[in-house]
């Protein structure tokens, strides 16, 4: 497994912007597929984006497509979160994941096996 580590949430104006990072641990993170989730109170975790090893695959959720860009640099061991058009519905706690797996992106939580501990992000209306 891969340590994550979250950072960059915060408090922001509906249509503002806000960056996302989250620090990976150890030498194997170009071995991960990336994803990032988020949770909203009393919702289900639910599937943000993903961004294959080499970040050639993105996948976005339908809900942040053309607002949300999904990035790695595997040098600064790092994938990043930059939303853009921020709606009060964005408002979660977002969670980087990581999955070893080779292949195809998934979206589902239970598919990837290593969490960072959130970062909250809040879109006042």
């Known amino acids: 497994q891969v340590q994550l580590v979250e950072s960059g949430g915060g408090l922001v104006q509906a249509g503002g912007s806000l960056r996302l990072s989250c620090a990976a641990s150890?030498?194997?993170?170009?071995?991960?597929?990336m994803g990032w989730f988020r949770q909203a109170p009393g919702k289900e975790r639910e599937f943000v984006c993903a961004i294959s090893r080499s970040g050639s695959d993105i996948l976005y959720a339908d809900s942040v497509k053309g607002r949300f860009t999904i990035s790695r640099d595997n040098a600064k061991n790092t994938v990043y979160l930059q939303m853009n058009s921020l709606k009060p519905e964005d408002t979660a706690v977002y969670y980087c994941?990581?999955?070893?797996?080779?292949?195809?992106?998934?979206?589902?939580?239970?598919?990837?096996?290593?969490w960072g501990q959130g970062t909250q992000v809040t879109v006042s209306s």
């Open positions: 150890g030498r194997t993170f170009s071995r991960y597929n």
């Open positions: 994941a990581a999955n070893p797996s080779v292949g195809l992106l998934y979206t589902r939580a239970y598919e990837y096996d290593s």
